[in-house]
């Protein structure tokens, strides 16, 4: 049980409790001086942390202590931990006072309007790895290739999967000509089919990609990627970036996944994971937690399932998803 942060002498403690159901508090410090349970360790201290972990009750007057039923022990501790990771990836992951801190390391390299010029293709690659993997809202991209190879498919699968299942919002402008490709039309049905929102459009020259609203990375020649990039964190001009996407995304074509036969519209794989949740979970906490995602996107999905299977509430959501086979 050390895993889930509990002691071997608190480990030992409730096992006792296990073996022992009737044991008294003084009991316990009957024991304690033989070396008992506790192994020489303070009993209450060892008592008290396990009553706050939920793994004992005391019982009455008499100074009985139950112990909580194995499943139900082992339960609280994982969503205990699950929980305190969920908020230590939250603090590694938005400690951005340390990011602008190591940014103004690196000032001789940037520009005083906050450009920083981007060479080479793998400097950019690179660069867009590490802003998928720190995104937490939204991309936004416009990309006017007409296919994609399957060495960019392979490297772009695992950042985009990864994104939208930790509740990222992916929009995404490609041309038509690009679902001529049948690979690259696959992949991007794929996306669909995980929750992204990918629009086609006739004719689009422009490459954007912008990452939660405050950083934008452009090409220094649309038609030549390879001659670098411009990574742009000034707020006036990411503003203006983000809109010309707003008007390119309003002209553009959704894509959709390949249907159902029966109901003209299918779950994401993430909606599918959260309709599961929405069925089994009580709280929509327990529900975010267990899907590693906020609570805010993990409510933004139940709405986006109720919506689609035209629900009045959640029970009937579910009723309806078990009746066309969803769950």
Request: hydrophobic share 40%.
């Amino acid at each position: 049980m050390a895993v889930f942060g509990v002691s071997a002498a608190e480990e030992e403690l409730y096992r006792h409790f296990l073996r022992n159901p009737d044991t008294t508090i003084e009991d316990l410090h009957a024991l304690a001086h033989k070396d008992g349970p506790s192994r020489g360790q303070n009993p209450e201290r060892c008592l008290e942390r396990l009553r706050r972990l939920g793994l004992i009750h005391p019982t009455g007057a008499d100074g009985r202590i139950t112990p909580a039923d194995p499943e139900v022990a082992v339960a609280r501790l994982t969503d205990a931990r699950l929980h305190a990771l969920h908020q230590e990836l939250q603090r590694v992951t938005q400690a951005r006072h340390v990011i602008q801190g190591l940014r103004a390391e690196q000032g001789e390299w940037m520009a005083p309007q906050g450009i920083e010029q981007l060479h080479g293709l793998d400097d950019i690659r690179n660069r867009i790895e590490d802003l998928a993997f720190f995104a937490r809202d939204e991309i936004l991209s416009v990309e006017p290739y007409t296919k994609l190879s399957a060495e960019n498919i392979a490297r772009s699968r695992p950042l985009d999967t990864r994104c939208l299942r930790r509740g990222v919002r992916i929009r995404n402008v490609v041309l038509r000509a690009a679902l001529d490709n049948p690979p690259t039309a696959g992949y991007l049905r794929e996306l669909v089919a995980e929750g992204a929102m990918i629009r086609v459009a006739e004719n689009i020259t422009e490459r954007i990609l912008v990452y939660d609203g405050h950083t934008a990375l452009v090409p220094v020649d649309p038609r030549n990627t390879a001659r670098g990039a411009l990574l742009a964190r000034s707020n006036g001009l990411v503003a203006n970036i983000i809109a010309l996407f707003e008007k390119i995304w309003s002209q553009a074509e959704q894509l959709t996944a390949v249907a159902g036969p029966e109901t003209g519209e299918r779950l994401t794989g993430t909606e599918r994971r959260v309709l599961l949740s929405m069925c089994s979970a009580g709280k929509d906490e327990v529900g975010a937690r267990e899907l590693g995602v906020s609570v805010r996107t993990y409510r933004r999905h139940v709405a986006d399932i109720m919506q689609k299977l035209s629900a009045v509430n959640r029970a009937h959501a579910a009723l309806l998803a078990r009746e066309r086979g969803w769950v």
